[in-house]
């Protein structure tokens, strides 16, 4: 067994104070360096840093961030959704740590989607219909997995069904 324990730190955002939900951080018992190419592999990694050492991926509708000795979690609900995403982290880093011989480690990260490229194929209206100040912000959300062309209602029809075939290219769980 690689990671044994972590001790959870639960906080609301300093950037935005009115925000609804929590982010985490496991603080590990264990450096889980070691693993990170085979759970690049293995979950499907979205970005990976070879120094300092880190894999982020996306899982749950979450940006998660696993470092060497502490994991990250943006946007939980609550501290219950918090411990059921990194208990099962702790299970992924376990099993794939025992069947790292069957797995071939993987160090690149996955081609993403381009910021402009997406822009191009928005209103750019900054009507907030989306909810957010502009469509530089969707596109960024957009790029993220966070939101995706049915989250723009103003956006015609062939544009969504071009960005739907332009997102499909990349990697998103």
Not at 79 to 88: F, M, Q, S, V
Not at 113 to 132: A, Q, S, W
Request: glycine share 4%; proline share 6%; with cysteine.
């Amino acid at each position: 067994m690689l990671l044994q324990g972590y001790e959870l730190e639960i906080f609301k955002s300093k950037c935005q104070s009115d925000a609804q939900g929590v982010h985490c951080f496991a603080h590990l018992n264990n450096d889980v360096r070691e693993v990170l190419p085979y759970l690049n592999t293995v979950l499907g990694g979205f970005v990976y840093t070879h120094e300092p050492p880190a894999l982020t991926l996306k899982n749950y509708g979450k940006l998660i961030t696993i470092h060497p000795r502490k994991i990250a979690v943006n946007a939980l609900r609550d501290e219950e959704e918090a411990e059921k995403i990194i208990a099962w982290l702790q299970r992924e880093i376990n099993e794939t740590w025992d069947r790292r011989a069957e797995i071939e480690p993987c160090t690149e990260s996955a081609r993403q989607p381009v910021l402009l490229e997406v822009l191009k194929l928005l209103p750019c209206t900054n009507c907030r219909e989306c909810h957010d100040p502009t469509c530089l912000v969707f596109a960024s959300k957009v790029i993220e997995g966070a939101k995706d062309q049915n989250d723009c209602p103003p956006m015609a029809e062939e544009k969504k069904q071009q960005l739907a075939e332009y997102l499909s290219q990349f990697r998103f769980d």
